[in-house]
């Protein structure tokens, strides 16, 4: 049994992102990873779908997706050269608590990531249904796509595939697309979506593959937490469909063992593991670090795109939140006529003004519309720093850009 300082269990976002930080902070690290480098974000998700966003089309989009992909795995394994690093390229499987596949270590780090969720409908094995991976494999533009689920996943590739010439129809079982995107926002989102030409079948239930009517049928119908029958042998708590249960410090029911990212259920984006593992590290460490998981942005690439931080209007109304809502447009905004792209709205959500007080605090932001990630982004850092309206009104944002679009919601 050889010894080290931290077994990592997966080479994904989180996975190689604690493995760094350890190793700069001295800590003698083994990495297993039994698939490519990088984990789901980088060789089937996040990457290569922002590849076919960025294309014009379908057979430039494939072409892209390889150099891309290929670019970025070998940056990550230059990262997991580093001489504090180890990577084990197998199957890890808990032995015991501190035992991993002949290796012991005080410290371990679960960040095995997640996987498609399957619906168990009647004909989901029919050859026409594939998940994200399998589409992003596809070597042939379908003619006609048929999507279940418009949830993040559902709503880029729709996007996609349509402006690529693909004949396509999404059918949610919920009442609004994008769940945790203000209803507003999304409802105008798909609209959009919809006089482009893309059909949406809202409140509706499929019962048969069958009876859908495609070349190919996508199941993005959202992604669960990847467990392994080994955890049992440590000891730890975990749920086969919420994931491993963790504390405010990612740390599980063992001391010592750690879960980030995906297979820890509670915010399911690339960079959120990154900071959950650097948080983790820091706890190992006995470090202090400030990271605001309560403040965690993100962002749907559609055309337009579309992101947010902090909770929905409607969030705010159930949990009888005081707040002010102030809007701002896209076709009011001169950087974004320049660029044609006047469709897109902001809400910026504030405590109300109280007496002899004017502007409230930040409490989130809802948008759509070019870069409205890059703007949400803006937002979501005055928030970690608890910045009020009035301290936002008097900051200057460059003329013609996009950013101004938040400056004019405050302005009113």
Partial sequence: MTTTDLIIIGAGPGGYRAAEYAAKQGLKVVIFEDAEVGGTCLNVGCIPTKTYVHSATFAEARERMATVVSQLRSGVEGILSHPNITLVREKASFVDAHSVNGYTAPYILIATGSETKWLPIKGVDDPRVVDSTGLLNLDTLPKRLAIIGAGVIGMEFASVFHRFGSEVTVTEYLKECLPALDSDIAKRLRKTLEKRGITFKMKTAVENIADIDADVILMATGRKPRIQPDFANAGFEYDERKGIVVNEHFETSVKG?????DVNGRQMLAHAAEMQAVHAVNHILGKQDAIRFDIMPAAIFTDPEA????????????????????????RANGKALAMSEGEGMLKLFVTPSSEGQEGGLILGCHAYGAHAAD?????????CRDTTVAQLRDMVHIHPTLGEILHTAVEQ
């Fill in 257 to 261: 063992i750690y879960a980030i990212g």
């Fill in 307 to 330: 992101a947010c931080v902090g909770p929905t209007e409607d969030q705010l109304k159930e949990q009888s939140i005081a707040y002010e809502c102030k809007k701002a447009f896209w």
């Fill in 375 to 383: 703007i949400v982004q803006e937002v979501s850092v005055l928030m």
